[in-house]
């Protein structure tokens, strides 16, 4: 007979019982509340680790320094100008060091909030160890509610996230690709324009894609040893060949038969999408490309040849992962690069004034309205730092929204189960899910979808806070508090528009730009910096869009957004460039003669090139800083960098002389190579470098044309003479 085992009636107290000493830690959930929705939001498990890291430094930073402080000074002796001084002393030193992660300030504004309102509002209850113990213990809570959430009930891992998405994006190119293949293969010009249209939203979900990837990459160097992915292998080919399609004139193309049938048997091209997780690396061998026989080197089938020569390095590509010894040169330059370009002493002693001062005026006002809540202002605004300069407004704007929203439901919440605490989250789970598309609206954004989560978080989860209603009331008090302070700082110390930062930016992508036309023959380490300073520019652009115009002329984002386009072609038309001088180079043993001649000639024209392009770059560099309202009429001169637009010459006329120049000699070039194969190949890539170096010539008219264009709009009553010569003029920061 079997014996039953009874359990005790008991056991379930005996359990809690001995976990009444962990939750006599959990004094104040609010901080794990925080700690996890910051971790958490959009992640991944990498991301998670990561940042689970960073919560862990911040409180490694600051629980003892508040120890300390809570020893010399007794908690009863507190006031709260004490706790708004200690605040913000103790927030400066956090917020100068530059090799602190964004979110390890965050989280250490948090837990000093709560530690020194704490020690206030409780006075003697609050001990000097067992008070930031306390926090830390909330914190730490925070951190594994949030991995557990990652792994249960499966992990959401990086590493499988990049695969998939790797995935996507080789099936998006591959549609994208081949559509541009039927419109180089249509019968008239028509036809072709309705394709290239098709792939239009097709390249903004590849771009959505390859954006995606970035983010999660860095999560999955957490995860496993992940070898980062680089796509412009792929990218900058398929947007070549769009290029290549606008210039083209003349519908069908005239191409040798042999070309014609390779090109369609292509046209259902499937790429394949790179596989970042083997650790042997291996190059393909290269694949069966096009090569011309009677297609003569004339302006006019230069963008065929460009074409061709797109479609080679596609199929060529391979997005592989870099080695460990080419990563560490990559870091090592990385490194170096962000000494020189980071933030200078001066930018980070003013961000930490900025946050130190606005946190402790914040509890300091926030504890003179309510004493007992005086902790929600300074929460509210110690997870909306950011560094650098975003529009204020804005980011007030979007937290008042949310955490008005995010009160309101938490309210309804509170009235409809105040009998059962325990079933609040249940009501809870939907609300994450709305406040997650929040988070990626461009009505409320990043900072509120998480005011709005953590507003309805905070009301649903209290304790012991009085009614909800009176409760709520406070808290929407108490986040005005502390949004008026931050603003008010950062009118104080930094007030520049969002409007002037794109200016700032654009200026910044400009030298890059300058510096990349001056190293033209190896401008990979600019081409990359050039990307990503554009890259910067498109969040600018966002972020100027949505800030209020106040009494200022309204934002004129299609003529940045025209600017940066114009700029990112440049940058693709580079990167092409770059391949096909480096393919011509790779030649070079196998071309029996005219190699001289052939290296003069490549020389010679990439010196035509810059001196067409960087004085009109320079100049227009410097006139985005000027203060056009009170220079332009006094300094604004004739200068030799600028193409003279007003006179009727355009962008297509100067491209076409720089086409028909490069052309001339090219027969007499290759010519002189004897090897017939050699001399296709060098056919190819060398008119395909003709049509890069006149494109970019054209678009830099362009960039200057928007660049005008961006004047015109922003000083509608000023007369601009762009014939007077601006070499002199002083250069101003527009405030």
């Given at each position: 007979?079997?014996v039953i085992k009874v359990a005790s009636p008991h056991a379930g107290a005996i359990w809690r019982e001995r976990l009444d000493p962990v939750r006599l830690q959990i004094q104040y959930p609010s901080v794990a509340y925080v700690t996890a929705i ?698």
């Open positions: 007979m079997g910051l971790i958490v939001s959009d992640a991944t498990l990498g991301t998670t680790l990561r940042d689970s890291w960073y919560a862990l430094c911040a409180t490694v930073l600051v629980v003892p320094s508040t120890v300390l402080c809570l020893s010399l000074v007794a908690p009863s002796r507190f006031t709260e100008a004490g706790a708004a001084v200690a605040v913000t002393a103790s927030a400066f030193v956090v917020s100068v060091p530059e090799c602190l992660p964004l979110l390890t300030k965050r989280i250490a504004y948090v837990q000093l909030v709560i530690i020194y309102v704490g020690v206030v509002v409780r006075g003697n209850e609050a001990g000097p160890v067992t008070h930031p113990v306390h926090i830390a213990a909330c914190t730490v809570l925070g951190v594994t509610g949030s991995v557990l959430a990652l792994i249960l009930p499966y992990p959401r891992l990086a590493v499988r996230e990049v695969k998939k998405q790797s995935h996507s994006y080789a099936e998006n190119a591959s549609e994208r690709s081949n559509l541009y293949l039927k419109a180089f293969l249509s019968d008239d010009k028509s036809t072709a324009y309705d394709l290239i249209c098709q792939a239009e939203p097709i390249a903004q979900i590849g771009t959505n894609i390859l954006d995606h990837i970035n983010r999660v990459q860095e999560g999955a160097k957490w995860e496993t040893h992940h070898r980062a992915l680089d796509f412009k292998n792929m990218e900058a080919p398929i947007t070549g060949m769009k290029i290549a399609l606008s210039a083209i004139s003349q519908f069908p193309v005239t191409i040798d038969e042999e070309i014609k049938t390779l090109l369609q048997s292509a046209q259902m091209l499937k790429l394949q999408h790179p596989k970042p997780y083997d650790d042997a690396v291996t190059v393909p061998e290269r694949k069966h490309t096009p090569t011309l026989v009677n297609i003569s080197p004339t302006r006019e089938n230069l963008p065929v040849f460009f074409f061709l020569s797109c479609f080679e390095l596609l199929i060529n590509a391979n997005p592989k992962p870099e080695s460990l010894d080419a990563q560490k040169v990559n870091i090592a330059k990385k490194t170096r690069v962000e000494k020189i370009v980071g933030q200078s002493i001066t930018e980070r002693v003013v961000f930490a004034l900025k946050c130190s001062i606005a946190l402790g005026l914040a509890v300091l006002l926030g504890m003179f309205f309510d004493k007992k809540n005086g902790y929600w202002s300074g929460l509210t605004i110690a997870i909306s730092f950011v560094e650098g300069r975003l529009p204020i407004f804005t980011v007030a704007n979007n937290r008042v929204k949310g955490t008005a929203i995010g009160s309101v439901y938490g309210v309804l919440g509170s009235c409809l189960l105040h009998q059962v605490a325990e079933l609040r989250f249940i009501i809870l789970l939907p609300w994450i899910v709305f406040t997650s598309m929040l988070h990626h609206s461009q009505m409320y954004g990043e900072s509120g979808g998480i005011a709005a989560v953590i507003s309805a978080l905070l009301i649903l989860g209290r304790k012991n806070y009085g009614p909800p209603k009176q409760f709520a009331i406070a808290r929407l008090t108490e986040v005005s508090i502390g949004l008026f302070c931050m603003v008010l700082l950062e009118i104080t110390l930094q007030p520049v528009r969002a409007a002037t930062v794109v200016k700032l930016q654009v200026s910044q992508c400009l030298g890059t730009l300058d510096e990349c036309l001056n190293h033209i023959a190896c401008p990979k380490e600019n081409i990359r910096k050039m990307k990503s300073d554009l890259n910067g520019l498109r969040n600018r652009i966002k972020d100027a869009r949505s800030e209020p115009s106040f009494w200022f002329l309204p934002f004129k984002a299609s003529c940045y957004n025209n600017a940066r386009e114009r700029l990112s072609k440049m940058v693709d038309l580079m990167q092409i460039m770059t391949y096909n001088i480096e393919f011509i180079s790779s030649l070079s043993q196998s071309c029996d003669g005219g190699w001289k001649e052939l290296e003069q000639h490549i020389n010679g024209n990439l010196e035509i090139l810059k001196e067409n392009t960087s004085p009109c770059v320079k100049c227009l560099q410097k006139i985005t800083l000027v203060r056009s309202n009170e220079t332009f009429d006094r300094h604004v001169q004739e200068s030799e960098g600028f193409f003279d637009l007003e006179s009727g010459s355009q962008p297509t006329e100067a491209a076409m002389k720089v086409m028909d120049a490069f052309v001339h000699r090219i027969k007499d070039v290759t010519d002189k190579i004897e090897s017939q194969e050699c001399k296709r190949k060098v056919t190819l890539h060398l008119n395909s470098l003709g049509f890069c170096i006149a494109s970019i010539v054209g678009e830099t008219m362009q960039v200057e044309k928007c660049i005008k264009e961006i004047i015109r709009c922003e000083n509608p009553g000023l007369m601009i003479n762009y014939k007077n010569d601006i070499a002199n003029a002083p250069v101003q920061i527009t405030k």
